[in-house]
Nanobody
């Protein structure tokens, strides 16, 4: 089972940038796609970015296209989320998760997440 630890969140002004990191362990990292989810206050958790196991296929939610970039370093078992031009509506707790190939559903248990707060 893949275990993840997210980091890199913080408080940033609107228009600013942050880079989140997710360190994975306990599984064969290159066997999984990885995704970043976020949960805003009072809302359901949503998938914002997904990257295939070798990084060849990347998808974004419409709300973050052109502003967020997902990447992975398979040598370090780590996936990143670079967030530019942040908006107040990007505020929330960000989580990463492994996914099976061809699936958008998270597997395994959630990490503690990392809080992103964007002030307007």
């Amino acid at each position: 089972q893949v275990h993840v630890v997210e980091s890199g969140g913080g408080l940033v002004q609107a228009g600013g940038s942050l880079t989140l990191s997710c360190a994975a362990s306990g599984g064969t990292f290159t066997g999984y796609a990885m995704g970043w989810f976020r949960q805003a206050p009072g809302k359901e958790r949503e998938l914002v970015a997904r990257i295939s196991n070798l990084g060849r296929t990347i998808d974004y939610a419409d709300s973050v296209k052109g502003r967020f970039t997902i990447s992975r370093d398979n040598a370090k078992n780590t996936v990143y989320l670079r967030m530019n031009n942040l908006k107040a509506e990007d505020t929330g707790v960000y989580y990463c998760s492994a996914m099976l190939t061809g699936s958008r559903a998270p597997i395994g248990s959630w990490g503690q997440g990392t809080q992103v707060t964007v002030s307007s």
